[in-house]
């Protein structure tokens, strides 16, 4: 069973950074691909950034593209989600998640088909102010 806790979140307003964090145990950490998710007031989880056991491929929605990095350490069993420039349209709950055997790049679509990961953390609130 991996246990996850997502920190970091807070108020920023509109251009500001933020990054997110998120810890790990439980688990055999440096084998589990992870991802970043949101979910908006109002709106369906959605797909942010993932990242592979090996941090040497990563994968992130148009709508980030550019402006998030996802990264993790796992010699501290850590993930991290680096949000720059960020638009109100950011503002979300922000939620890390793992899978015991799924590809990081197929988190990207795994919601929109209706599956889900195999562990959630309990989400952290961002939210961007104009």
């Known amino acids: 069973q991996v246990q996850l806790v997502e920190s970091g979140g807070g108020s920023v307003q509109t251009g500001g950074s933020r990054r997110l964090s998120c810890a790990a145990s439980?688990?055999?950490?440096?084998?589990?691909?992870m991802g970043w998710f949101r979910q908006a007031p109002g709106k369906e989880r959605e797909f942010v950034a993932s990242i592979t056991y090996s941090g040497s491929s990563t994968y992130y929605a148009d709508s980030v593209k550019g402006r998030f990095t996802i990264s993790r350490d796992n010699t501290k069993n850590m993930v991290y989600l680096q949000m720059n420039s960020l638009k109100p349209d950011d503002t979300a709950v922000y939620y890390c998640?793992?899978?015991?055997?799924?590809?990081?790049?197929?988190?990207?679509?795994?919601?929109?088909?209706?599956?889900?990961?195999?562990?959630w953390g309990q989400g952290t609130q961002v939210t961007v102010s104009s």
């Open positions: 998640a793992a899978d015991q055997t799924l590809h990081a790049q197929a988190m990207a679509y795994i919601l929109l088909g209706g599956g889900t990961m195999d562990y």
């Open positions: 439980g688990g055999t950490f440096s084998r589990l691909a």
